[in-house]
């Protein structure tokens, strides 16, 4: 078989990941472009120092469980999180301070690189995989 799993009708079901892809609502391409623009910092102004990483956890765990106390607690009645959107809760946080941190001192306006040419390939790098959702969406019925 290429790889596709037989669906009940017979024919071929589309790879786990093609069926992600179609299924990402726009909320979910927007935070995953999010994470695409970060790692691409990331790669480019990596730094190893613990105290910025231990910070960065130290900032997610704090951050983190407030926020998850605000989402799930915060009413008079309890909302069920999935466990990604716990995840997130606590992700985002950690990636916002290491975000700061790596970009401090290196002339970014707002989140932007000052140059254009790192800005171009993170920016098609979020392109693509955009381009790749909505390609998904045409394969998988």
């Known amino acids: 078989m290429s790889g596709g799993i037989t669906a009940p009708e017979g024919g071929l079901r589309a790879p786990w990941l093609v069926r ?4 990402l609502t726009m909320p979910r391409l927007v935070l995953w472009c ?4 970060y790692g691409f910092v990331l790669e480019r102004y990596f ?5 910025l990483w231990l910070s ?11 926020l ?3 989402t ?3 009413g008079r009645t309890r909302t069920r999180l999935e466990p990604w959107q716990i995840a997130r809760l606590y992700m985002m946080p950690f990636c916002v301070s290491s ?3 790596l970009i401090k001192g290196r002339g970014f306006v707002l989140v932007f690189d000052p140059s254009w040419a790192a800005n171009a390939v993170a920016g098609a790098g ?3 995989f955009v381009a790749a959702a909505l390609l998904a969406r045409r394969l998988v019925p």
């Open 56 to 66: 960065s956890l130290g900032i997610a765990g704090i951050i983190g469980s407030g």
């Open 20 to 23: 992600y892809l179609a299924a």
């Open 34 to 37: 999010y994470l695409i623009w």
């Open 72 to 74: 799930a607690h915060g």
């Open 68 to 70: 998850y106390l605000s």
């Open 99 to 101: 975000f700061a941190a």
């Open 47 to 51: 730094d190893p120092s613990p105290r």
């Open 126 to 128: 979020c392109a693509a």
